[in-house]
């Protein structure tokens, strides 16, 4: 178990200020201190069936740290990663803590996409949805597959025309090991991203495919092809894909690479 910072500077920050973000029966966030010292706790609690699965496996706190670092690693902007702590029962977690530093001045893409007028904010919904795609495609060119693509889980920091995107969620991402980019396996984000049936309402027709064109680098026929891919896709094709793969990377491909990957040499 780790945790930076240790308790009693978590107990300090809170002293100082403490404000609950958001709370229901699985998660509470919470903002502590104020300025350049603030940070972000997040406790995930497991209970019933949740705390059944949590048995032998990385707490989620633990995967997002460690997914934090792994975006972090592939020069996407993402919220520091300072530390993570868990507790556990009879091998199962009964709650994890992951805090990060606190982005200032920052909202969730799906709160600002909201508040923007598509009538009269086009210029700067354009620049984000490119942005955004940009990310999701320098994520994938690294291996990563993110797995909750979704604009909620993206900050945008300061002006929106600024488009200044930073991810801040990313417990069930995985790394392969090989570029995803345009690949099947990456499809399942950017049908998160840009076409299930709330990103259809988030974004019009020509923002998605402005989203597909910059994850593209421009390329029309690349987009096109994508774009008919992931339109005939359905939600109930897509979440049996996604939980088949993701199924199938996490549980047999990447145990199999650890396993063969030669254990390292003392030092003589």
Not at 56 to 64: D, K, M, V
Request: proline share 6%; with cysteine.
């Amino acid at each position: 178990m780790t945790q930076v910072p240790d308790p009693p500077e978590l107990a300090r920050l809170a002293a100082v200020h403490r404000e609950t973000l958001k709370q229901d029966r699985a998660t509470t966030v919470e903002q502590l201190g104020r300025g350049a010292d603030a940070v972000v706790r997040k406790t995930y609690h497991n209970r019933g069936h949740r705390w059944l699965q949590s048995f032998g496996r990385r707490s989620r706190a633990r995967r997002e740290f460690d997914n934090l670092r792994l975006v972090a690693a592939a020069g996407v902007p993402c919220t520091e990663a300072l530390g993570w702590s868990e507790r556990r029962r009879f091998g199962c977690v009964d709650d994890s803590t992951l805090v990060t530093r606190l982005l200032p001045h920052s909202r969730p893409l799906k709160q600002v996409l909201a508040e923007l007028p598509r009538d009269r904010a086009f210029a700067v919904r354009r620049r984000l949805c490119a942005t955004v795609a940009r990310l999701v495609a320098t994520l994938h060119r690294a291996g990563v597959s993110w797995c909750t693509a979704m604009p909620r889980n993206v900050l945008v920091q300061g002006d929106p025309a600024a488009a200044q995107l930073a991810v801040c969620d990313v417990p069930a991402a995985f790394a392969i090991g090989r570029s995803l980019h345009g690949t099947r396996l990456g499809q399942i984000d950017l049908f998160d991203a840009v076409f299930s049936p709330s990103r259809r309402r988030d974004w019009s027709a020509t923002e998605r495919l402005r989203w597909l064109l910059a994850y593209h680098d421009g390329d029309r026929g690349a987009a096109r092809q994508t774009w008919r891919r992931l339109d005939r896709r359905g939600v109930l094709r897509h979440d049996v894909t996604a939980a088949l793969t993701m199924f199938w990377y996490l549980y047999v491909v990447l145990p199999l690479r650890l396993r063969r990957e030669p254990a390292p040499r003392s030092p003589r």
